[in-house]
């Protein structure tokens, strides 16, 4: 009878750890403590939390008269923070006033900084890192009961609450946060109510861990918050588990499509997408080119290794100045351009538009600056007039060093003919024009009849059984955007205007629906801007796009929209052609 009476009392205490009541995740500041019940079976792996049932990893197991759960459950039960290295084989278990660290590998525990012999306390089971729930109920001062019927243990722990800091310096604050479902499809969006709070009424700053505002896996997701004062006090983690069921609303990247805003980077994680993206079908389009306005493109030699002439050619009315190079002298140049009356009455010469910026050594910022600046469309009251036989600099850059470049674009009107020369040199004045004239070295240089181009594209509509179709507009493959044809008077030569530098895109999309308009570079690296229904659109924001990694979303348009309007001119520096991507947003748009 004294043996039975033992036996039973050895097994309650092996499986006194079982069952335990424990403060609650995230409330060691709270005014007062919470009791919290944990109820667990032997060999089984429901166990309860609050009357909540909770899926162990492992069950509780007994071995040779010593009761074993997983350290994972721990950590949720007891609100610390654990982690496991796994090359050490340590557990280390953290709250406010504890620090256990579980040395497997050297079979020792270190509590608070003191090591003793682990004695069994911590083990590897089948591959998890188990604890000895009686030396921890012990160690945490739990009361419990035990039924031997059931094998059901019901511990109750009620925590000490733990001191405020000193007055004088504050209290700590308290992180909470709420969401909005109890569990969430894969890809839908869940909205993070803050909650938290400092005693003081401080602000606090948060630091989320896990956090995404979708998960695009099934399974539970823990989501951790940690608010922080302006006295640098912490709060205690908070941590939900975010249920999210097999139902998929959205993969990860039409989620991104669909929530994208203008500006924002779309990661291209989806191979079919990816692979069809040469094959997707091209949106028709209407283009018109605007003969008016005469444009002389001034990039070669792009490289300068010497003084001279780069360029010369005549205008007369409406033109357009485009000039791109780069000092490659090896000394201090000077950009210049000339403009000479060689008629018989004065000719006035106005600017009624300008894009340039300083002299860089980064040629893609040039490209993407100098564009900006051009499409802001700045009113000049700028106006010259050029007598008979003379040569004025109508624009004369800052000093650029060897490495640096320069971008310009120049809407110009002429009340007569006037040669316009690009010039470098040392030194600029009007004897510059004495300067040899230098050999083209295969850039683009000439003179072209046309410099505006406007596209009024209308994708193809499809009707409600059907899943409206991707479509795409080619921009600057020589194809189905074809590059201009001009002369190059200087070589006396055809020339083509590859790349279309230059020339300022107008284009129009009738009755888009729900879309998301997006970037794709195809040619290389590209970063650039549009102008989207008047606004900028940066792309990428900082950086550069590069080919197929990734796209940017410039414009959403709705159901109802009449059109979109985007203006765009090829930013030096880039490569292209570039893919415009019109993608239609099905009726999940209206559950975001």
């Not at 405020?164 to 709420?178: C, H, M, Q, T, Y």
């Not at 209407?286 to 780069?310: A, F, M, W």
Request: with cysteine; net charge negative.
């Amino acid at each position: 009878m004294k043996k039975a009476i033992l036996a039973q009392a050895a097994l309650m205490s092996c499986v006194a750890a079982i069952i335990l009541i424990i403060l609650a995740p995230g409330a060691a500041h709270a005014a007062a403590t919470k009791t919290t019940q944990l109820i667990l079976y032997l060999d089984e792996q429901d166990a309860y939390r609050n009357g909540e049932l909770v899926k162990l990893d492992s069950p509780a197991t007994v071995i040779q008269g010593r009761s074993y759960v997983p350290a994972k459950f721990l950590a949720d039960s007891f609100g610390l923070k654990v982690t496991y290295s796994n090359e050490t084989k340590q557990v280390t278990l953290i709250s406010e006033r504890d620090h256990i660290i579980f040395d497997t590998a050297h079979d020792t525990i270190i509590v608070n900084g003191e090591s003793r012999p682990n004695q069994h306390i911590a083990r590897i089971i089948n591959g998890r890192i188990m604890v000895q729930l009686s030396w921890l109920c012990d160690y945490m001062g739990a009361n419990y009961t035990y039924s031997a019927e059931q094998r059901k243990v019901l511990v109750t722990y009620v925590p000490q609450a733990i001191e405020n800091v000193d007055e004088r310096l504050g209290s700590p604050p308290i992180a909470k946060f709420a969401v909005d479902k109890s569990s969430y499809a894969i890809g839908e969006t869940i909205t993070y109510t803050n909650l938290s709070y400092d005693p003081d009424s401080e602000s606090v700053s948060l630091s989320w861990t896990g956090k995404q505002d979708a998960f695009f896996t099934a399974g539970e997701h823990e989501v951790t918050l940690v608010a922080m004062d302006r006295n640098g006090h912490r709060s205690e983690p908070y941590t939900r588990t975010i249920t999210v069921t097999d139902r998929v609303l959205f993969d990860e990247f039409e989620y991104s499509v669909y929530t994208s805003k203008p500006g924002s980077y779309v990661k291209a994680t989806d191979s079919l997408f990816n692979a069809a993206a040469l094959t997707i079908p091209e949106a028709k389009k209407t283009v018109h080119y605007s003969s008016d306005r005469k444009l002389l493109v001034s990039d070669s030699p792009e490289n300068i290794k010497q003084p001279g002439i780069l360029y010369e050619d005549s205008i007369n009315g409406k033109a357009r100045l485009y000039a791109n190079h780069v000092n490659a002298s090896g000394q201090a140049m000077e950009f210049a351009i000339l403009a000479t009356n060689n008629t018989t009455k004065a000719i006035s010469l106005n600017t009624t538009n300008q894009g340039e910026v300083y002299p860089s050594k980064y040629a893609m910022l040039l490209g993407s600056e100098s564009v900006i600046d051009f499409l802001m469309y700045n009113e000049s009251q700028e106006s010259f007039t050029i007598a008979p036989g003379e040569t004025i600099v109508y624009r004369q850059f800052p000093t650029f060093q060897d490495g640096y470049g320069i971008n310009t674009m120049y809407d110009v009107v002429s009340t007569g003919e006037l040669l316009i020369s690009f010039v470098a040199a040392s030194n600029i004045d009007r004897s510059s024009l004495s300067l040899p004239k230098l050999a083209y070295e295969r850039h683009v240089r000439g003179s072209f009849h046309q410099s505006d181009i406007t596209w009024t594209i209308e994708p193809s509509k499809t009707s409600k059984a059907k899943k409206p179709k991707i479509q795409r507009v080619v921009i600057g493959d020589g194809q189905s955007d074809p590059f201009l044809q001009g002369y190059d008077p200087q070589r006396g030569e055809a020339t083509a205007l590859n790349g279309n530098y230059g020339v300022v895109y107008h284009m129009t999309i009738k009755e888009p629906g729900d879309m998301a308009i997006m970037v794709m570079a195809r040619g290389g690296r590209f970063k650039g801007a549009f102008k989207v229904n008047g606004q900028f659109v940066r792309v990428p924001a900082s950086g550069a796009l590069t080919p197929f990694d990734g796209l940017v979303t410039i414009a959403k348009t709705k159901a109802g929209d009449e059109q979109v309007t985007i203006e765009f001119s090829p930013p030096a520096g880039s490569s292209f052609p570039l893919n415009l991507i019109l993608y239609p947003l099905d009726s999940r748009v209206n559950k975001l």
